[in-house]
């Protein structure tokens, strides 16, 4: 027996011993970042909603994509990662074949299209020279209506063409240029085919039936745009009464009478006609990607069913940068992503707004409003209550500041107000003259800071100390308020598809008539921000009919 124990001993001390020299690992968890920052996140939801709802209480940068099931009828599944831990797997490409990128609401994006036209119906037709004539005609529109530089160097074209069809997609890499939202994105596309739609409506097309192919286009084409940018004043400068600047720009009145003309005498866009199989006219791009938060196929995804993948295109002349620590593959896949944009001092974002209408109603939305409608876009920003407290910031000491615009990019959870009427510059320490200044929230880590457009402050890239947002504007306190609302037993709130409704359930042991707010959360979703103010409202509209 003692021989045993001893035996039993020895072969404990040997193991202390070795693992000692070989310590034990921690517990595992899969990460592709640096030992300093947070481990990478890879989860997946069903809905879309609660996917977006994860990502606005995460302060890691991630992402939302949508994956398409190889069982079933096509239903997708959403998946939160970062850029580079879907990289790591999607690079593979044994799993994560059919894989879209969803192009967040509101959010700052790039200017993409979506090109197809079935082979068999239109025989005549050149695909090549069809892409090639359209980046020719957006870069110069870019060019004439926002002082834009663009050409075909600048434009990631991808390719899935199949012998039935031909389909491309163009992503626009633009310098220091980003849209404001894809549906601006899609206005923009919209007014600049104008002539198109007018061929398809009139039926003239009779030099496509004559040569069968596409009718070549020359300078004249583009005889719309042929006055300098600096005559037609297509910038917020010359917009604004009160030499406001930002780093956004749009269409003046003058440039959209000049839009107006091109879309009545117009180039010659009779190549972007083309016929579905059942002979009927349509235009060669797919106007049905500028929706909100749209599924926008990966780079070297193919669609469920279908062996053709995004390839980059034998046409394609957008050159890469080389990097040492990031291969051209990932590159291009990174460019590909059509809300990869970030927030920097010399970003300008363009704008085009859907109707003349909305334009001629503009204002300055400030504390005496009582409408959310005037911020730039006619509507308050993803976050109203943040917009109220920026609106707090700029209004006192008897000047009344208002917003000029927002802007909101995704990657960083970072909105960013441009301000009007109110110059006051932490750099110098007053006001400055001519130069308005930006209000910018991190949402990710709840803090806001001032940056300005004067030239001098921009060339110290200078940044004021970050503040905290108020408590009662910042997830967590909506959180706690709703560990409340879970507790409580009187009402009850079902989140469907991200919409609340409210259900009043009776409470006996409550005054005659009276139902005080209470509630409860069924379902998945979480709380949101829209979910709170939807609640707020509730009660509001309660305590007045009681």
């Given amino acids: 027996m003692k021989r045993r124990w001893e035996a039993k001993l020895k072969q404990i001390e040997e193991r202390a011993s070795r693992y000692e020299r070989k310590p034990l690992s921690s517990v595992y968890r899969p990460r592709l970042s640096k030992p300093e920052e947070p481990p990478s996140i890879w989860k997946l939801f069903p809905r879309q909603t609660q996917a977006f709802n994860f990502v606005k209480s995460c302060k890691e940068d991630v992402h939302v994509f949508a994956l398409e099931c190889e069982v079933g009828d096509g239903q997708r599944i959403y998946l939160v990662t970062s850029y580079v831990q879907l990289w790591f797997h999607y690079k593979s490409r044994k799993h994560l074949l059919h894989c879209y990128e969803v192009i967040p609401e509101n959010a700052v994006c790039k ?13 005549g037709a050149d695909g090549k020279k069809m892409v090639a004539l359209l980046i020719e005609h957006v870069c110069k529109a870019l060019q004439e209506l926002y002082r834009a530089n663009c050409s075909a160097e600048d434009v990631l074209n991808l390719d899935s063409s199949t012998d039935e069809k031909f389909s491309r997609h163009l992503i626009f890499q633009l310098h220091d240029v980003a849209f404001k939202d894809n549906i ?15 061929l398809i409506a009139s039926g003239d097309d009779e030099d496509d039936e004559d040569d069968g192919g596409i009718p070549g286009t020359t300078s004249q084409a583009f005889s719309h745009f042929s006055e300098p940018p600096i005559k037609r004043g297509i ?43 059942a002979g009927k006219k349509r235009l060669f791009v797919d106007l049905g990607v500028y929706t ?53 001092d010399t ?29 730039e876009g006619f509507q308050a920003s993803p976050y109203p209550e943040i917009d109220q407290f920026v609106l707090s910031l ?13 802007n909101y990019f995704f990657p960083e959870e970072l909105l960013v107000y441009d301000i009007c009427k109110y110059r006051w510059c932490g750099n110098i320490g007053r006001a400055h003259k001519s130069n308005n200044i930006m209000i910018l929230v991190d949402l990710k880590n709840e803090v806001w800071y001032q940056k ?28 706690k308020e709703t560990r409340w609302l879970l507790n409580s037993r009187h009402y009850c709130s079902v989140l469907e598809a991200g919409k609340s409704q409210i259900k009043v359930l009776p409470d006996e042991s409550q005054l005659p008539g009276q139902r005080k707010a209470a509630g409860c959360i069924v379902g998945t979703a979480g709380i949101s921000r829209v979910f709170w103010r939807q609640w707020q409202q509730y009660l509001n509209e309660s305590s007045l009919s009681r």
């Fill in 111 to 123: 200017l993409y299209f979506d090109l197809e036209f079935n082979k068999l119906a239109n025989p």
């Fill in 184 to 198: 601006h994105v899609g206005n923009f596309v919209r007014k600049i085919l104008q002539p198109a739609f007018h």
């Fill in 235 to 277: 910038s917020f400068r010359e917009m604004s009464t009160d030499e406001e600047i930002g780093e956004s720009w749009t269409l003046t009145s003058k440039a959209r009478e000049r839009l107006g003309s091109a879309e009545r005498s117009g180039p010659d866009l009779s190549f972007l006609v083309v016929k579905d199989p």
């Fill in 292 to 344: 909100r938060n749209r599924n926008f196929r990966l780079y070297k995804s193919s669609k469920k069913g279908k062996p053709v993948v995004l390839e980059v295109a034998e046409d394609n002349r957008f050159s890469l940068t080389r990097s040492e620590s990031t291969s051209e593959e990932e590159q291009c896949f990174l460019s590909s992503l059509v809300s990869n944009v970030r927030f920097s």
């Fill in 347 to 375: 970003l300008r974002v363009l704008r085009c707004d859907a109707s003349e209408d909305k334009q001629k109603q503009a204002g300055h939305f400030n504390s005496t409003s009582t409408s959310v409608e005037n911020i």
């Fill in 394 to 406: 700029v209004n006192k000491n008897g000047i009344k500041g208002g917003i000029r615009r927002w």
């Fill in 452 to 479: 300005c457009h004067d030239p001098i402050c921009k060339a110290e890239n200078f940044k004021s100390d970050r503040f905290p947002l108020p408590a009662e504007i910042c997830l967590p306190f909506l959180l």
